[in-house]
């Protein structure tokens, strides 16, 4: 009787140790589990911020691109007519100013709208026509400021001059 006894115990005792070190496996389970999950949380996080980084810097470039063919229209423009340059270049940006803003600094950013505004005044004043349509045909001399066609080419030149100011200020680095 008393072996069994001694048996009951040693048993009981041998299935608290074991319960014991399930116990102590199942808490570095939950703990490694628990470890897993702010890991997998962080990384997407870390993605997601990744994704709209990128997505800001496609913003950004796709913007400093409208504004050199915007530059690179107007540049045109003080040698000789290209009336379908002035038509295919977009006059808008596109972008809502919290947009914008996140693309760039403030400076930068007014310097953007600057840019398209002097441009888009630039098509109405100088190149629309009476039906909205971008004119073909101007009177003049080129070389007479008081023609048409001269105040055209001086103006685009004066333009130019503004727009290479402007993308001074929006290619700086800092945001």
Not at 114 to 134: A, H
Not at 138 to 167: C, M, R, V, Y
Request: glycine share 2%.
């Amino acid at each position: 009787m008393q072996t069994i006894l001694i048996l009951l115990c040693l048993m009981t005792i041998l299935h608290t140790g074991m319960l014991v070190f399930l116990l102590i496996r199942q808490h570095k389970h939950i703990h490694i589990s628990k470890q897993m999950y702010d890991l997998l949380l962080s990384s997407t996080k870390e993605a997601k911020v990744k994704q709209r980084e990128e997505l800001i810097e496609e913003q950004r470039t796709h913007l400093l691109l409208l504004c050199y063919k915007i530059r690179e229209t107007v540049a045109k423009q003080t040698t000789s007519l290209h009336p379908l340059q002035i038509e295919r270049t977009p006059r808008k940006h596109g972008l809502t100013e919290q947009e914008l803003a996140k693309c760039f600094n403030s400076e930068q950013a007014q310097a953007v709208t600057i840019l398209f505004k002097n441009y888009r005044e630039y098509v109405e004043t100088y190149w629309s026509g009476k039906d909205q349509s971008i004119k073909t045909i101007f009177k003049g001399n080129p070389t007479d400021p008081t023609s048409e066609l001269g105040t055209l080419h001086a103006a685009s030149t004066q333009l130019l001059h503004q727009i290479d100011q402007l993308l001074i200020t929006i290619q700086r680095t800092e945001k």
